[in-house]
């Protein structure tokens, strides 16, 4: 069965970092843009970042662009979401996403993508 595990998820003070991991199964994850949702109570969800699965092209909210990195190690079946100099205002659930659209302009999930459980960041001093 195709499925995306998050993990990595904490609490954290304002300026830490943490990294998020996605394993994935059931599927070839290079085959599939791939992307961070987040979601925080009475908020709308949003799309962090993404990464496209047939070149090394990577895409970021301008929430995040210079504080998070997305990687991806297709041989390991893994997503990472590196994620620096954290604010009070990333507090979020987050999520995997598999597939995305993926473009600087388009970072959505379409309505059968696949979705993990998610994973709690914290951020507060």
């Known amino acids: 069965q195709e499925q995306l595990v998050e993990s990595g998820g904490g609490l954290v003070q304002p300026g830490g970092s943490l990294r998020l991991s996605c394993t994935t199964s059931g599927f070839s994850l290079d085959l599939y843009a791939v992307g961070w949702f987040r979601q925080a109570p009475g908020k709308e969800r949003e799309g962090v970042s993404c990464a496209r699965s047939s070149d090394p092209t990577t895409y970021y909210t301008d929430a995040v662009k210079g504080r998070f990195t997305i990687s991806r190690d297709n041989a390991q079946n893994t997503v990472y979401l590196q994620m620096n100099d954290l604010k009070p205002e990333d507090t979020a659930v987050y999520y995997c996403?598999?597939?995305?659209?993926?473009?600087?302009?388009?970072?959505?999930?379409?309505?059968?993508?696949?979705w993990g459980m998610g994973t709690q960041v914290t951020v507060s001093s």
């Open positions: 996403v598999k597939p995305v659209w993926c473009a600087d302009t388009l970072l959505e999930a379409p309505d059968f993508a696949l």
